[in-house]
């Protein structure tokens, strides 16, 4: 989502054309972010007011591949929680129950104010047995004044105090690409993902069998391209490049693929 399809609250050039493309000829896609503090539907809200038209169920969270992994482990479980109502309310909807006493998991999440004691407390209840899971591995997230501590810093923590290391199912993991291609029904031989990061989109695209697409609207240049021993399947400038201007042929099933 970031840095392909919005900067700063603003719509990147070609992206509302290229999502009413998807719409209009039937392709199956979703947008996907690491950050598990909003919901789809606040999300959606969000992208609206970007610029962008995008139903909240076309929309896939570190959040929701987190609460699909661990109802998928363990049905009708129990967590304890550090994180928004993006993490607890899928969660909720996975079936889990919320609690503090002998949880099946510790799940941690991005979120705008961690508490000591809610770290001490998962601390303790992983020490106790509970599974460590963590929604996604950045340590840093911005704000207007700076970098602040985020997912990954406060996990480390958790780690340094317990010697446990979590389970991470957001990006880079690939287990992110593959709950949202079960989401919608799709197969790696035909599916692309469009992506900014090379340390987290690319790998994980790449790791997931997928067609790999990097813009450059984001963080990544070509300088930063040419640190990694691997590369996407194309780099572009921007969305604006996978913009038709042709419509293509009714039949998608003859389509190659390409977004």
Known sequence: MDGVLVHENQALPGAAELIAQ??????????????????PR??????????????????????????????????????????????????????????????DYVVVGETRNYSFEAITKAARLI?????????????TGPSSEGILPATGAIAAMITKVTGKEPYVVGKPNPMMFRSAMNRIGAHSENTAMIGDRMDTDIIAGIEAGLHTILVLTGISDQAEIDR??????????????????????????????RF
């Open 42 to 103: 606040d999300l959606s809200a969000r992208l609206r007011a970007s610029g962008l038209e995008v139903p909240e169920e076309r929309i896939w969270t570190s959040a929701l591949a987190t609460a699909d992994f661990c109802r998928s482990q363990m049905p009708g479980g129990s967590a304890f929680v550090i994180g928004e109502a993006g993490m607890t309310t899928a969660l909720h909807e996975a079936g889990f129950i919320m609690t503090e006493t002998a949880p």
């Open 127 to 139: 020490m106790g047995g509970a599974r460590f899971i963590v929604t996604n591995p950045d340590a």
């Open 228 to 257: 990694y021993p691997f590369r996407p399947t194309e780099v572009l400038a921007g969305v604006h490049e996978l913009v038709r201007t042709e419509p293509v042929a009714a039949d998608l099933g003859d389509a190659d693929g």
């Open 22 to 39: 998807w719409q209009n000829e039937g392709t199956p896609y979703l947008v996907l972010t690491n950050n598990s503090i909003f919901t």
